[in-house]
């Protein structure tokens, strides 16, 4: 199925809602409009070429979105939190040939643009501004063979610059590249009556991927501008959600509101409730299974391959785990590219996956795509003898301290779940001994009376309950930490920033 399909069938049927304002746009809307842009765009545009977008969650967002599909391109989200040079830096390495925007973002979309020799056009979504012409403005574009087109995500960059992921084209007719809309149905029974709630920002794989695999089915799509935790509960309650996809920080801030506000609203409507992204403290998932019930799933997936899947029944049988893989074999490999036997922590191989490389780094597509065509997603975990997942952290964050292996997020699970957490990092700093040591950062959940009394009684919570080596040595308080709005943590911001402190007072 594909989106002119359903625009002829059920036009005036809403492909997507706004919960926090409660605009729509049709079936038939959308499908016109983004199919005017796509139009457009392919007067610049060769199949293949890039487009950037650069928008908020809005209408607009998918009408982009699609047109870009639709024409055969690679279209580039990119996070409208980012500053201007690491926007300018994505327009500029993806050779972004067209660059969409709208009023809101002119500053750096004016600004990015400017500064690739690559861009050749530019469209806003909404007024002109700075060479960037409306999108209904000037003369109609001739018919196009209209032409799958995919995705071009770049990393977060919480480990170093973002990297693109370049997949291959499909090679397919507008509406018959349905990989991700066919897992959808064949897992989770996706369909045109599905009511699908986003509350993540778009340029986000899951968060795009699956609103647009919604919209494929003839779905509504309920996105929103930005994350409340209540709106998310009334956005289920007025709409009637029947999927929804959180992040485990989402969980965190639903479940900390007050009990009259939670059990305020209806949510029976909801049949599956996933979440992915980072690993979820268990007592995080059985607060909201006892909540929400067996409707909270979790799969592990990324932008470069690997899928797997884990019900509630299968989570509470084996906790921690993320399930089993759904497109092919697992494997776990030392750093030599050695398999590793049940039960160690190693890199997490996927098998069959599809194909990708990492723009314009060959040196970083080596690393992530085994000689053998395994994919690498970038993380640590184990398999068990049934051949369950369980991730331990991502392979940059590993912590060696006296020549031992420490996985920050065991001791972030831990202390997340202190009453007087609101939010925790768990880095590695320079020793002059043993080359790392575990370092905690906190941001309390009220004013800080006594540091040094919290200080030594979240390193005794936390020794309760993990090995010590595991727990950090010591704790500093700050009003908040670098988190994106999916909730990743830009753990490379706080590992520089105290390496440099310890390189200054080294120098006196």
């Known amino acids: 199925m594909s989106l002119n399909h359903f625009a002829g069938i059920n036009p005036d049927k809403p492909a997507v809602i706004i919960a926090d304002t409660g605009e729509s746009i049709s079936f038939r809307d959308l499908n016109d409009a983004s199919a005017a842009l796509a139009r457009r765009l392919r007067v610049n545009l060769d199949e293949g070429d890039r487009v950037a977008i650069l928008l908020p969650n809005g209408i607009s967002y998918f009408i982009a979105a699609w047109a870009a599909r639709r024409a055969g391109l690679r279209y580039v989200p990119i996070n409208w939190h980012l500053l201007r040079d690491e926007t300018a830096y994505i327009v500029d390495n993806s050779d972004a040939r067209v660059v969409i925007s709208n009023i809101q973002m002119r500053e750096i979309a004016s600004y990015a643009a400017g500064r690739s020799p690559s861009v050749r056009a530019c469209y806003s979504m909404d007024e002109s501004f700075d060479g960037f012409l409306a999108m209904n403005e000037g003369p109609e574009a001739p018919a196009i063979e209209e032409r799958e087109g995919v995705p071009m995500f770049y990393s977060s960059g919480t480990t170093g610059a973002p990297k693109g992921i370049l997949q291959p084209l ?228 590993m912590i060696i301290s006296g020549g031992v292996n420490i996985y920050p997020q065991e001791a972030e699970n831990v202390l997340a779940l202190h009453p007087d957490v609101s939010d925790v990092a768990v880095i590695g700093i320079p020793h002059p001994d043993f080359g790392e040591e575990v370092k905690g950062v906190v941001v309390p959940a009220g004013p800080l009376a006594d540091a040094a009394d919290l200080e030594a009684r979240l390193i005794a919570y936390c020794r309760e309950r993990l090995a010590h080596f595991k727990c950090p040595r010591s704790i500093d308080f700050v009003d908040d930490l670098p988190r994106l709005p999916t909730g990743k943590l830009r753990k490379r911001e706080l590992v520089e920033r105290y390496a440099s402190r310890t390189k200054r007072a080294a120098r006196h």
């Not at 929804?244 to 305020?264: D, G, N, S, W, Y």
């Not at 409507?269 to 992915?276: E, N, R």
């Open 170 to 397: 499909p090679n397919a007719p507008f509406g018959q590249n349905a990989r991700v809309e066919d897992l959808m149905a064949a897992e989770y029974g996706f369909d045109a009556d599905s009511i699908y709630l986003s509350p993540a920002p778009l340029y986000h794989a899951a968060p795009l991927a699956w609103t647009m695999g919604t919209q494929a089915f003839g779905g509504t799509a309920i996105a929103m501008r930005n994350f409340d935790a209540e709106g998310v509960l009334a956005a289920i309650d007025r709409y009637r959600v029947t999927h929804a996809q959180f992040v485990p920080t989402h969980f965190i801030r639903m479940l900390k509101l007050p009990e009259a506000v939670r059990f305020r609203y209806d949510l029976s409507s909801v049949k599956l409730a996933l979440h992915a992204a980072a690993p979820c403290p268990a007592e995080v998932k059985e607060q909201m299974l006892d909540w929400w019930g067996p409707v909270i799933e979790e799969y592990y997936g990324a932008s470069e391959g690997g899928f797997t899947r884990a019900s509630a029944k299968e989570w509470r049988e084996r906790p921690g785990t993320v399930g089993q893989s759904r497109l092919g074999p697992i494997h776990i490999l030392d750093d030599r590219g050695t398999e590793l036997p049940i039960g160690e922590i190693g890199t997490i191989f996927f098998e069959g996956s599809t194909s990708f490389s990492f723009h314009k780094e060959p040196e970083k597509t080596r690393e992530h795509v085994d000689p053998r065509g395994w994919s690498a997603p970038g993380d640590l975990g184990y398999i068990d003898a049934d051949g369950y997942l369980f991730l331990a952290d991502r392979k940059s964050n």
